[in-house]
C-alpha cells in the first residue's frame, strides 16, 4: 500500500513538472504581446475660459494575463485631476494616489479599460512627458500571485499647443452664482456666475459682520458665464484673517449669496 502511495505521489509530482513546463514564463517580451493600450490628450478652453486637459486611455489584454494594472500619471505641478469617468461597461477598481498625480486602475485577464480624465491646468504646459501610461501584468497561470510583476507597455503624452474653444459658447438659461472652487481655500478661489442676459452686476464679498471687504466685479457684463477669483485681501490689498466670509452678486433686481470659507 504504502508502495502504491509512493508511487502515486511521483506520478503526480512529475505531470506537475511537466505541466510547468509548458506553461509560459512571463517576460517583457510576451507581456508586451498580451496588452494594447493607447493614451491620448488634448487641452480645451471652458465656457468661464477656464483651460482644462482631456485625457483618454483605452487598454486591453489577452487572457494569459492573471490581471494587469494600469497606471495613469501626471505632472502634479501641471495639473490637478478633477473627475474620471469610464466609457463602456467596465468599471475596474480605481485608486488617485494621496496628493495627487497618478491614477491606478485594477483590471481582470481579457477585459478593457476605457477612462477619460479631465484634469484643471494649475501650471504651465508643454513641458515633456506631462503624462505617462503604465500597463503592469502577471501571468494567469500564477495563482498564488508568485510570478514576478513586469511593465509590459510604457507610453508618455506632451500636451502642446493653443487650448480648443467652444464651437459656440452656449448662453446660460438662468442667472445662477456658483460655489467657489476650491472651497475651503488657502491662496486663492474662483467664483462663478452666470448671466442669461447682459445685465449690471457687482459683487462684493463680505465679513460674518457684514463689513465690505472688497469688490471683485461692478459694472454692465454681457449675456455669458463669468468668474472673478479673490485672492483672500481686502480694498487695500491686504491679507485678511481665516475664518468666513460670504460673496454676493446683486443684478437690478435680483441677489444671490454663497458662503465660502478662508483658511490659512
Known sequence: MRDKIITVTILLIVAMAAFAATQPVLTAENALKAVRAEINGRLVRDVYDETRA?????????DNLSHYTVRIAWNAGSFSIESYRFVGDNTPTADIAEGGGELVLYSSPGSSVDIELTLRVTGETGGENEFSLDIISSLANDRQA???EIVALHKELTLSG?????????IPTKLALNQNSPN???????????????SEVRVNIYDILGRTVCT?????????????IWDGTDF????????????????????????IELIK
Open 54 to 62: 482631456i485625457v483618454e486611455v483605452s487598454a486591453v489584454s489577452s
Open 162 to 170: 493653443e487650448p480648443e474653444d467652444p464651437e459656440s459658447p452656449p
Open 216 to 228: 471683485l466685479a461692478d459694472g454692465k457684463k454681457p449675456a455669458g458665464f463669468h468668474r472673478a
Open 184 to 198: 475651503p481655500f488657502n491662496a486663492a478661489t474662483t467664483i462663478k456666475y452666470d448671466l442669461p442676459v447682459a
Open 146 to 148: 508568485t510570478s514576478p
Open 236 to 259: 487695500s490689498g491686504m491679507p485678511v484673517s481665516s475664518g468666513v466670509y460670504f460673496v454676493k452678486m446683486t443684478t437690478t433686481n435680483v441677489s444671490r449669496v454663497i458662503r
